[in-house]
C-alpha cells in the first residue's frame, strides 16, 4: 500500500525567501503526481500535475519536480509572499482509484 | 463556470441519524471521489466511481454508501453504523479515459459534519 511522507509537517520564514517542500513515497508504480494547496477550511487547489514521464513542472513561482525511481518529489517556491501560507499537500498517482496523500507541510510566510 | 459543488458547507446531525452529503460537477467528468480529512491526518478515499452505475470501496469505505445515478452527481451517506462520522468531506473529480490512468483530479469546497 502506498505510503506517503512529507518533511517538514510545519515551516515558518520570512517573506522572499525560496523554499522547498519534500513529498516522499514507497511504491514508485505511480502514473503521476500531484501538488495541492489548501486553504483553512476550505477544499484542494490543483497546483502543478506531473506525469510519471516528466522530471519536472512549472507553473509561475513554483517548480516541482518528480523522481520516480527513488520516490521523491519536490515542490520549490520561489521568492515566498504571504499569500503563499497554506497547508501543501502531495498525492502520488496509482490508477483510475484515487490518490493517496501525504499530511502535509504547513507554510507560514511572514510579512 | 464549471467546477464542483458541494452542499451544504456545514451539517450537523445527532447521533444515530443517516446524513447525505450531495456532490454535483459539471465538468463532464467520468470519474468521481469520496476523501475525509480528519485533523493531523491525510485525505483518505471512502468511495470512487469511474462510470455511471458503478462504484467502488476505498480505505475506509465501512458506515458510508453512495449511488452513481447520474454523471454529475455523487451523494454520499453518512450511515449511523459509522463510528466517527465527524470530519471535514470532500467530494473530487477527474477525467477518466478508461486505461487505468490517473487524471488530474479537482476538488470541491468540501462538506463539515458535526454528529452530537
Known amino acids: 500500500k502506498q505510503e506517503v511522507t512529507q518533511i517538514p509537517a510545519a515551516l515558518s520564514v520570512p517573506e522572499g525567501e525560496n523554499l522547498v517542500l519534500n513529498c516522499s513515497f514507497t511504491d514508485s508504480a505511480i502514473y503521476n503526481l500531484q501538488w495541492f494547496r489548501q486553504d483553512p477550511g476550505k477544499g484542494l487547489t490543483s497546483l502543478l500535475l506531473i506525469q510519471s514521464s516528466q522530471r519536472e513542472q512549472t507553473s509561475g513561482r513554483l517548480n516541482a519536480s518528480l523522481d520516480k525511481s527513488s520516490g521523491r518529489s519536490t515542490l520549490y517556491i520561489a521568492a515566498s509572499q504571504p499569500g503563499d501560507s497554506a497547508t501543501y499537500l502531495c498525492a502520488p498517482g496509482g490508477g483510475a482509484d484515487g490518490l493517496t496523500f501525504g499530511k502535509g507541510t504547513h507554510l507560514i510566510i511572514q510579512p | 463556470d464549471g467546477g464542483i459543488t458541494q452542499s451544504p458547507k456545514y451539517l450537523f446531525r445527532k447521533e444515530g441519524q443517516n446524513v447525505t452529503l450531495s456532490c454535483e460537477q459539471n465538468l463532464n467528468h467520468d470519474a468521481m471521489y469520496w476523501y475525509r480529512q480528519d485533523p493531523g491526518q491525510g485525505l483518505r478515499l471512502i468511495y470512487y466511481s469511474q462510470i455511471v452505475n458503478d462504484f467502488q470501496k476505498g480505505d475506509i469505505a465501512e458506515g458510508y454508501s453512495v449511488s452513481r445515478e447520474k454523471k454529475e452527481s455523487f451523494p454520499l451517506t453518512v450511515t449511523s453504523a459509522q463510528k466517527n462520522p465527524t470530519a471535514f468531506y470532500l467530494c473530487?473529480?477527474?477525467?477518466?479515459?478508461?486505461?487505468?490512468?490517473?487524471?488530474?483530479?479537482?476538488f470541491g469546497p468540501g462538506t463539515r459534519l458535526t454528529v452530537t
Open positions: 473530487a473529480s477527474s477525467p477518466f479515459s478508461g486505461t487505468g490512468r490517473q487524471y488530474e483530479q479537482y
